[in-house]
């Protein structure tokens, strides 16, 4: 019988969906400052990761990625559907395991399967001051292809004025289209 959670697998990873045993190791990154720096959220208190664990577990844009060795569940990778057969990708992973080259292995395997399935082109935001994420992309084959300018912002400051930030733009396009 076909399991139903798995989306792929790597020689060191489980790419799943989400389920409800994964609360603590989910609010081990998303309380972590360093590791929520660059996203539209500030770190998360055990309530608040309950509640996105849930919505984690009812969508399937979110994927879980699992040790396979110790079956701990280490970061997720976001492949959301957009307009023109397109897909936007993120990815967040616990800062004990960076450098391992697991968002390299489990976005690989993600891309590969997405590809497989037609998708067009998937393509990533970030921020430039990212580096880490940018320079994943590029390792990923992604080509940049847009640097906007101060359009968007998560945060006001103390006079409540918006604390504007740059964005990168990433794409990569289906191996028959390149």
């Known amino acids: 019988m076909e399991n139903k959670t798995i989306i792929a697998e790597t020689e060191r990873l489980i790419l799943r ?4 045993d994964d609360l ?3 609010f081990e990154y998303l309380s972590d400052m ?4 660059y996203e539209p959220y500030k770190p998360m208190t055990i309530d608040e990761t309950k509640e996105n664990l849930e919505w984690r577990i009812g969508t399937e ?8 060795s110790s079956h701990k569940m280490i970061g997720n990778v976001y492949m959301g559907k957009r307009d023109f057969e397109a897909l936007e990708i993120g990815y967040v992973f616990n800062r004990n395991y960076w450098g391992n080259g697991y968002a390299v292995e489990s976005c690989k395997a993600l891309i590969e399967h997405a590809f497989s399935k037609g998708t067009h082109r998937i393509y990533a935001e970030c921020d ?9 992309l590029e390792t990923l084959g992604f080509q940049r292809e847009a640097h906007l300018r101060q359009n968007v912002y998560f945060w006001k400051n103390e006079n409540d004025e918006p ?3 740059d964005t990168y733009v990433y794409a990569k396009l289906g191996a028959d289209r390149q």
Do not use: C, F, H, T
């Open 34 to 37: 360093k590791v929520v720096e």
């Open 24 to 26: 603590q190791d989910l």
């Open 163 to 165: 604390i504007w930030k």
């Open 61 to 68: 844009e979110m994927i879980a990625v699992e040790l396979k």
């Open 17 to 20: 969906r989400y389920k409800k």
């Open 128 to 136: 430039p001051d990212n580096k880490g994420s940018w320079k994943l």
